[in-house]
């Protein structure tokens, strides 16, 4: 596996100036063309499907699921093991571990095609069943898809919390919420915890697409344990490390120190051709004019069969300058970045405000979300703050709330506000 890290910053700061910020930008390049070497590959993967039994699921999505999951199996390669887990207030493994040969998957399909809804909703005996099995293959790439509709039992919260982080650094998970009476919260708390996706599939008969991406996006990784290890000088400290692109995902709190002056943070599993960037800002001891230090050292490290090896590095710096022309240029990236950071953020706080009746501050938190979108060319999410507001003049942020707004768009709104873009490249 070959990558490729470059950082993009504005090295310079003004005297007693202590914030370096940087962007990383990682790419899993070549793959087209060369072998990925055995000693930083992982051959074998593991797809576990978890499906909502719960009886809310009852009708058109239980028909739709099973319909979905079928498909799912036929579309397995051979090569590939996977599993299902089926739950309510209790997990049951429906289909055990096996290898994704014919026989076994007409053994599967069978096993959904008598899946019957029926309970309440209590996610962490899903989630501890799934890990269970992910654990008996810990050198495979290991990823997981969570369908659910409905809100989790408030009894299962802190049971959730202590299974999330017993799942972490062992598989990765994607949400799916179907219909509109389902949290964003809960699913992205599961999925941000799991370094996956969440979204929305407003109907049932979108079920099989969706998950058809999720499969297909899957079955591409190569690789399923890499970690950004960041190296900073004494006396300095990060402030804050996240993943920036293709969505917003706060890294900080997942931080392990590996030694002194070093942490690291997962990356969860890459493939073809993928690329992601990523924000440090690292607090440094003031300098003086004049004065040149390195900042941090960003190294991706990718560990198989217990062998660490490091596969891309770069540099954050930082020099001290008293011309303002230097030391006052935001770094485009940098500022790009922090403005999709502020988008998302008043995304969500428009839409709270608008859930509890505050029409004002909820149209000026959403008209700002259109600025910003407009001035960073996020036309998706421009696209979708379409349908809960007015625009009347999207670069100055001036528009109206809609009176009427279906619950399905204030959801697909939120549940994709983290959603990035990268500088338009005419920019």
Sequence with gaps: MQFKAEVFQNQFLPQGAREVHAIMTVTAEGLENVAIPT????????????CDISGSMSGSKIHAARSAMTQLVNLLPENVYFFL?????????????????????QRAIVAIKNIEPGGTTAISTWLNKALEQFQKMPNAVRQALLLTDGQNDK?????????????????QCDCRGVGTDWKVAQLQEIASKLLGTTDIIPHPDAIEADFRNILNKAMSKSISDVAMRIWTPQGARILFCKQVSPEINELSDRAKVVKPQVVEYPTGAWGKAESRDYHFCIEVNAGNVGDEMLAGRASLICTVDGVEN???????????????AKSTKIDRRVAHYTGQA???????????ARARGDVEVATVKLGKAVKLAHNSGNEATAKL?????????APSGTVKLKRDIAKEDAMALETRSTKTTRIPKDR
């Design 39 to 50: 000693n930083t590959a992982n051959h074998e993967k593991l797809f576990g499907i978890i």
């Design 310 to 324: 490091k596969v891309a590095e770069a540099r954050i710096l930082a020099i001290w300058t008293d011309d303002d």
């Design 385 to 393: 703050l379409r349908t809960v507001v007015d625009i009347e003049d």
């Design 155 to 171: 009894i299962d919260e802190r049971p959730l919390k202590n299974v999330l982080l017993a799942c972490e650094g062992i598989f």
């Design 342 to 352: 502020e988008l998302a953020q008043s995304i969500q706080e428009g839409l709270e």
């Design 85 to 105: 887990v089926t739950g309510f207030e209790q997990a049951q493994l429906t289909v055990p571990l096996l290898q994704a040969t014919p026989e076994n998957k």
